[in-house]
């Protein structure tokens, strides 16, 4: 009878112990990016810095497969160029799944804005609050400092397969400055240059007729 009694004791403990164990929120989801990033291997070329083991969306954000399927994801040069001065980005919502290609961030100066994609799909686990506080992170440290966002993306893989990558990056980033040239001799003769990089914050000083075209040539938005 005794020997009952401890046992069905020790199991009362347990059952006690089991429900009032923490239990997990959403936001254990919130994966705590570590304080530091680590810089990476870059490449002259165009007069842009090209980082090596990156992966590039065509809409110029790009990814970073940290391991354990998370993928660090920012905006690259030739975007925070366009850009020049940012007074705010949002960001879409923690936990939320993203499709590769779908809206990922909203960028904002004095008022005008423009949308630009995720370059991976899956959750939104973390984000840079860096970044939230001082958006032009972006344009001073595009792929160390001023990343946006971490993606839980178990797809990753396949995801990479859509994006640039490898010497094929540099090629890409020298027509990207060739056809904004052409696009704004067609557009805004005043502001067309030949070569080199682009006026910085040109997106934000042409008229919106022009950013929606300059949006959708290089930004796919």
Known sequence: MSILFVLLTFLLILTVMYFRRPQE???????APSKM???PLML???GFEVPQGYYFHPGHTWARDEGHQD???GIDAFAGNLFGKIDAIELAGLNRWIRQGQKLCTVKREGQSVELLSPVEG??????????????LVVEDPYKNGWLCVIKAPELAIN???LLQGTIVSGWMQNSI?????KLQQLTPA???????PIKGLFFQVDGSVQRQLAKEFFLT
């Open 160 to 162: 990479a397969k859509n």
């Open 178 to 182: 060739a056809r904004l040239g052409t």
């Open 71 to 73: 993928a660090r994801v």
């Open 191 to 197: 502001l067309a240059q030949d070569g080199g990089l």
């Open 37 to 39: 990033v680590a810089a």
């Open 44 to 46: 002259q070329n165009a």
């Open 123 to 136: 959750v939104l686990v973390s984000v840079n609050h860096e970044v939230l506080k001082n958006p032009n």
């Open 25 to 31: 929120s959403s936001d254990s989801l919130q994966v």
